[in-house]
């Protein structure tokens, strides 16, 4: 009986205990239940805020859009304000004008007369052309800075201070032309001079930012860091694909540059786009490599100078720094010492900054080399390239030369006339001569536009350049002297200045000239190269067509050059002074040379000159 009523009371404990547990159970679920529908509250709300931020983003793009369209059409009725007033008051200066109102004011008194015709026949200064000014950004965050800031530098545990390179920020080769690109800073230095560049967008805010000025193209490198690497390395990401769908919807071509890393990493991105190119020879995708850079690869010196070092390449290009300070250090040694394996870009880049490479410093040799790696490739020509396979165009100014030359006697014309058929990029010959030369010219320069005029005893020779000015038709105009030497590659190298300076002329300040009496070869000026100076030697002047024709050359035989470059530095254009070589002033004796030029040797300068 008692072992009944005992397994009585354990069933009952047991069954007490299971519905204490099973209430426990029923409580912690209904508090599931309550957790639950408080979540699908709050879900719904999310929705309901997320559809609100999205209308916001849409009201504020759409505000951010109708500003900028403002702001660009406030900066356009600015700049034509100012046209209009520059017109004015070029009108008010011009020499017709005042000549006219010298008439008008002095019609009954000629003593006024004659004082007003005398005052308009002095030279006046006109204004300077307005130009279009880039629409400042919006907001400084938008765009990351692009400059070089590390100051100093650590070589065998002594410090140096320099000044670093001053990155440009222009001009653009194709402003007409917008491309969205997502690089490492060294493919954007390579690539944010050739077309307007948008930058910095990300996985998040790309459909916010590009909409702000469509781009044409979107390129895309094969980047390791930042937002973007994670979406095309190995499988695609969303964000990758939301980006090329947004292009697709709009008919913006994708172009995928492959530069670093194994291909099959980013293969499968790779196939998203509508084009692939890589860096790399033996691939079966369509090269596209790197290229010297002239905006920021150029013999430009630092403010400082070069020290006098020669440095290793570890030396030079410590792994902390940036690119844009990596370009500062570029320009920094006299000489670098680049081992075996270097990549070729990189040995590339050095030598186009004007260093020499090797264990001293040379300047020939520099020269040279940095001749080499322009040759080598351009990212301007490299973009021709691309543009063209992807079906875009790739319209931009040229660099063709129209070259004026004064030939005042027949003994001079074979030279002479064999010194322009080998240069570079010469479309043209504006050529005052003896009349019995003209064929000659033409059978001479086969391939060249001969505008030929009768050499005129009584015009002066500046008097002829200016006239021929007017029948030039390239972008570049050079005056070449007869009497002097030229290099096969004298046209190309002073070329190349407009690739990376501002200037409307370029010549050489610093050049090597032969005094035939004493056989002496002379260095003028070294120092003055790659240098804005006042003025350039007249037989080495390159200049842009337009401003050289809005200056005049002075009707002078000898010193027309001099006139030309006062009033450059009247009206404020540019003159540089580019490199040393390629040319050499030949005269009998020239004493003012003798006392403002350095003696190298006794014997010929062609050796020291021509490279």
Same mark, same amino acid.
Request: aromatic letters at 6%; hydrophobic letters at 45%.
């Given at each position: 009986m008692s072992t009944e009523l005992e397994s009585t009371r354990r069933a009952l404990r047991e069954a007490i205990s299971q519905a204490e547990h099973?209430?426990?159970? $029923?409580?912690?679920?209904? %508090?599931?239940?309550? #957790? /639950?529908? @408080? &979540? +699908?509250?709050? $879900?719904?709300?999310?929705? %309901?805020?997320?559809? #609100? /931020?999205? @209308? &916001? +983003?849409?009201r504020l793009n759409k505000e951010r859009e109708a500003g900028e369209k403002l702001r660009k059409e406030v900066a356009e009725q600015r700049y034509q304000?100012?046209?209009?007033?520059?017109?004015?008051?070029?009108?008010?200066?011009a020499r017709w004008n005042r000549i006219g109102d010298a008439l008008k004011s002095g019609k009954s008194n000629p003593v006024r007369l004659a004082k007003g015709l005398k005052g308009a026949a002095k030279a006046v200064?006109?204004?300077?052309?307005?130009?279009?000014?880039?629409?400042?950004?919006?907001?400084?965050?938008?765009?990351?800075?692009?400059?070089?800031?590390?100051?100093?530098?650590?070589?065998?545990?002594a410090s140096f201070r320099l000044k670093p390179f001053r990155i440009p920020t222009g001009p653009n080769t194709r402003p007409h032309l917008t491309a969205a690109v997502i690089a490492d800073p060294h493919a954007e230095a390579l690539l944010r001079y050739e077309w307007r560049q948008t930058t910095g967008f990300t996985p998040r805010d790309f459909a916010r930012v590009l909409p702000l000025e469509t781009p044409h193209l979107l390129v895309v490198e094969s980047v390791a860091e930042g937002p973007w690497a994670a979406e095309i390395v190995g499988a695609p990401g969303d964000g990758l694909r939301a980006l090329l769908g947004w292009c697709a919807e709009r008919g913006i071509r994708t172009v995928f540059w492959h530069t670093k890393g194994s291909i099959a990493d980013y293969s499968a991105a790779a196939e998203l786009f509508d084009h692939r190119f890589t860096v790399e020879s033996a691939s079966g995708w369509p090269q596209l490599p790197f290229g010297i850079q002239p905006r920021v690869h150029n013999p430009l010196p630092l403010p400082g100078g070069r020290i006098d070092r020669v440095l290793t390449l570890e030396q030079l290009?410590?792994?902390?720094?940036?690119?844009?300070?990596?370009?500062?250090?570029?320009?920094?040694?006299?000489?670098?010492?680049?081992?075996?394996?270097?990549p070729q870009w990189r040995a590339a880049e050095i030598a186009a900054c004007g260093t020499s490479i090797g264990p001293e410093p040379d300047s020939r040799r520099a020269h040279a080399a940095l001749r080499r790696a322009y040759a080598g490739g351009t990212m301007t020509g490299h973009v021709d390239a691309l543009l063209e396979a992807i079906g875009l165009p790739s319209h931009r100014a040229t660099l063709d030369i129209s070259v004026m030359q004064v030939l005042p006697s027949a003994d001079l014309a074979e030279p002479a006339l064999a010194q322009i058929a080998k240069q570079a990029g010469v479309v043209q010959l504006v050529l005052f001569a003896p009349a019995e030369l003209e064929a000659r010219a033409r059978e001479a320069l086969p391939g060249v536009d001969v505008v030929f005029r009768p050499l005129d005893p009584a015009l002066s020779t500046g008097a002829m350049l200016d006239r021929g000015l007017d029948l030039c038709e390239a972008d570049l105009v050079a005056v070449m002297d007869p009497r002097d030497v030229y290099g096969k590659?004298?046209?190309?190298?002073?070329?190349?200045?407009?690739?990376?300076?501002?200037?409307?002329?370029?010549g050489k300040a610093a050049?090597?000239?032969?005094?035939?009496?004493?056989?002496?070869?002379?260095?003028?000026q070294p120092e003055a190269e790659y240098s804005y100076l006042p003025e350039v030697n007249g037989a080495t002047?390159?200049?842009?067509?337009g401003p050289l024709r809005e200056l005049g050359i002075a009707d002078l035989t000898e010193g027309w050059d001099e006139v030309l470059m006062r009033q450059c530095r009247t009206d404020g254009v540019r003159v540089f002074s580019a490199d040393r070589f390629g040319y050499v002033r030949v005269r009998d004796e020239d004493r003012w040379l003798l006392g403002a030029a350095q003696l190298v040797e006794y014997g010929s300068a062609e050796p020291h000159a021509l490279i």
């Open positions: 099973a209430a426990e159970l $029923a409580r912690l679920l209904d %508090a599931a239940q309550a #957790r /639950l529908a @408080e &979540a +699908e509250r709050s $879900a719904e709300e999310a929705r %309901a805020l997320a559809v #609100r /931020l999205e @209308e &916001a +983003e849409e304000a100012e046209v209009a007033q520059w017109k004015l008051s070029s009108m008010k200066v200064k006109r204004p300077a052309a307005p130009k279009r000014k880039p629409l400042p950004i919006a907001s400084a965050d938008d765009r990351p800075s692009f400059q070089a800031v590390s100051s100093t530098r650590t070589v065998d545990g290009l410590p792994e902390e720094l940036s690119y844009p300070d990596q370009l500062t250090s570029y320009r920094w040694p006299s000489a670098v010492s680049v081992p075996p394996g270097t590659h004298y046209l190309s190298d002073l070329t190349r200045a407009f690739l990376f300076t501002t200037a409307d002329i370029v050049y090597y000239a032969h005094l035939r009496a004493a056989q002496a070869t002379l260095l003028k002047l390159l200049a842009r067509r």
